[in-house]
Nanobody
Framework: QVQLVESGGGLVQAGGSLRLSCAAS????????INWYRQAPGKQRDLVAT???????NYVDSVKGRFTISRDNAKNTVYLQMNSLKPEDTAVYYC??????????WGQGTQVTVSS
């Protein structure tokens, strides 16, 4: 079992920055990937960024150059640094962990609101 707790969301003006955190606990040794997803009202949940156990990262095109995913292994925490935020980045952001056995775990989500 893996538990995930997100934090760092809030209200920010367009062009501003936020840093989200995803703290993992439990069987963290089994985690293969940590992903950040987001879900805007009335829309599906979409993948935003991924970091692998090896440290490889991937981003959806709409956030490339603005968002950075990173991790602190000592703290079992993954971060999503979000710069140059736009109103269309407004969503609930979820942390997701995928284990080596293919199991998936979700955090409770954190709201990000970008005002124009």
């Amino acid at each position: 079992q893996v538990q995930l707790v997100e934090s760092g969301g809030g209200l920010v003006q367009a062009g501003g920055s936020l840093r989200l955190s995803c703290a993992a606990s439990g069987s963290t040794f089994s985690i293969n990937f940590i992903n950040w997803y987001r879900q805007a009202p009335g829309k599906q949940r979409d993948l935003v960024a991924t970091i692998s156990r090896a440290g490889n990262t991937n981003y959806v095109d709409s956030v490339k150059g603005r968002f950075t995913i990173s991790r602190d292994n000592a703290k079992n925490t993954v971060y999503l640094q979000m710069n140059s935020l736009k109103p269309e980045d407004t969503a609930v952001y979820y942390c997701n962990a995928r284990t080596t056995l293919g199991a998936g775990y979700w955090g409770q989500g954190t709201q990000v609101t970008v005002s124009s």
